[in-house]
């Protein structure tokens, strides 16, 4: 499970254990069992030995564990950071508590005003493998509408330019609450991309194909990263291509095409 260039995220209910094999044969690159929002403070606990029992029968998963302030923490911390591909951490605000986690790879979930006013740091701690977008609790901490590109589109920018600065992989995008909407569901997918996101949250197994396809480099896209590469001089020097000038960022640009394409 290769989570840094992972393109769709599933979340399936920690105490729903008879969703976790459907959402393993969905097609996404990455399981989220979620021991957090989808789950009630009564449910915590069975929750957490639901998720146990996957990950000890050999399964790969990526556990968002409840956030630092709040009485699971520690015991998530427990059961996740043993076993879980990686831990991702909600509302994470503070690199102290991420540099706690230093046995166990991390994604931060940034999605208060302080996670992304803090970005970059957060981006930055040694466990972080990768960041993720939280839209929807950070629009209602603003007062905004989280189907809005224009009223998160600063915040969206910000941890893209964070995981950038931090020398992380580019970010997964938070997740669309429409589910009848496909047209939505596009929307937020080429909204993600423009801004340089690289993959996102999913709430429901109709949403994974048409996330996979979408970051997934097109045809087009792998030809002129193919074109530019063999035009290239290999001693740094500027070139033309179809006449557009070929420079090293170019050269870069047309690596991590070819890199996406073969991780998957």
Known sequence: MNVAAARSFLFVPGHRPDRFAKAEAAGADVVVLDLEDAVGAELKAEARENVLAWLEAGHEAVVRINAADTPWFTEDVAVAGVLATAVMVPKAEDPDVLGQLSDVAIIPLLETALGIARSVDL?????????????????????????????LRHARSAVVLAAAAAGRPAPIDGVTTTLDDEGALTADIEAAITLGFSGKLCIHPRQVDPVNRAFTPSDADVQWARDVLAASTGDGSVVVLNGQMVDRPVLLRAERILARVAAH
Request: hydrophobic fraction near 50%; proline fraction near 3%.
């Open 123 to 151: 981006c930055g701690a040694p466990a972080v493998i990768r960041a993720a977008f939280g839209s929807v609790d950070l629009a209602a901490e603003l007062g905004v509408d989280h189907r809005s590109q224009d009223a």
